[in-house]
């Protein structure tokens, strides 16, 4: 079926290992992005992106690093894992900025636990 | 910035009972969209409904309706007829439709909701 595709779904990492989360989406949506959910603290934006080519911070960025290369593809990267990075992880897309009436549709979730 | 509270982060409800979770927004912005995502156990994000700020009348799907107070910048979801299936994770957000950050969606943290057989 069609929609937002992430990889992988579980991963348990080490303090200071790098790895990065997968989110593919075969809709061809022009906005992709990525948010974390900490329990108490609802979905909390990472980074975003409009097109290929063109990627911004939202409001936790900080540890997060990411590329749009091709309009399926959103790529979030850790450079350093940290303890503070266990989340679960969202990746979502629209199809456009166009209208605000669009929805999201959102991948599976990974769970990521840094030790 | 906008901000988006519920106040409420356990709520409880017989089944077949009406049940309705709270949601407030703080936005300078005079045209916006507010949402409910329901997230059961499984973890999947389903939306449950969807409000525009130009449209004064609420929005309604099947057992679940809004009541959107605009000026008060409250918006609460209402559940009907509740079922075990309802049980989940409720999230209220609001989309940005203007700026740089247009398309993002600010979430609420959360009510979760538990039904009673």
């Known amino acids: 079926n069609a929609g937002v595709t992430q990889t992988p779904k579980f991963q348990v990492l080490k303090t200071g290992q790098s790895m990065t989360l997968q989110c593919a989406q075969d809709?061809?949506?022009?906005?992709m992005s990525w948010y974390r959910q900490d329990p108490g603290m609802g979905l909390r934006l990472i980074h975003y992106?409009?097109?290929?080519?063109?990627?911004d911070q939202g409001e936790v960025p900080n540890g997060y690093n990411v590329s749009r290369s091709t309009t399926e593809d959103f790529p979030l990267r850790l450079l350093s894992a940290a303890p503070s990075q266990t989340s679960v992880y969202f990746c979502a897309s629209n199809p456009s900025l166009g209208s605000g009436a669009n929805v999201l549709t959102f991948g599976a979730g990974s769970r990521l636990t840094v030790l | 910035a906008q901000t988006v509270t519920q106040s409420q982060p356990e709520m409880s409800v017989q089944e077949a009972e009406t049940v309705t979770l709270s949601c407030t927004y703080d936005?300078?912005?005079?045209?916006?969209?507010l949402f409910w995502y329901k997230q059961p156990p499984s973890r999947q994000m389903i939306l449950v409904i969807r409000?525009?700020?130009?449209?004064?009348q609420n929005a309604t799907e099947n057992r679940f309706s809004v009541n959107f107070q605009k000026a008060a910048k409250s918006f609460s979801l209402k559940i009907s007829d509740s079922q075990l299936g309802d049980a989940a994770m409720y999230f209220c957000a609001y989309r940005i439709t203007f700026g740089g950050s247009q398309g993002n969606l600010i979430f609420g943290k959360g009510t979760k909701l538990s039904v009673k057989p």
């Open positions: 409000q525009e700020a130009y449209k004064q």
């Open positions: 809709m061809n949506h022009e906005y």
């Open positions: 992106s409009v097109g290929a080519g063109i990627t």
């Open positions: 936005t300078s912005e005079s045209d916006y969209y």
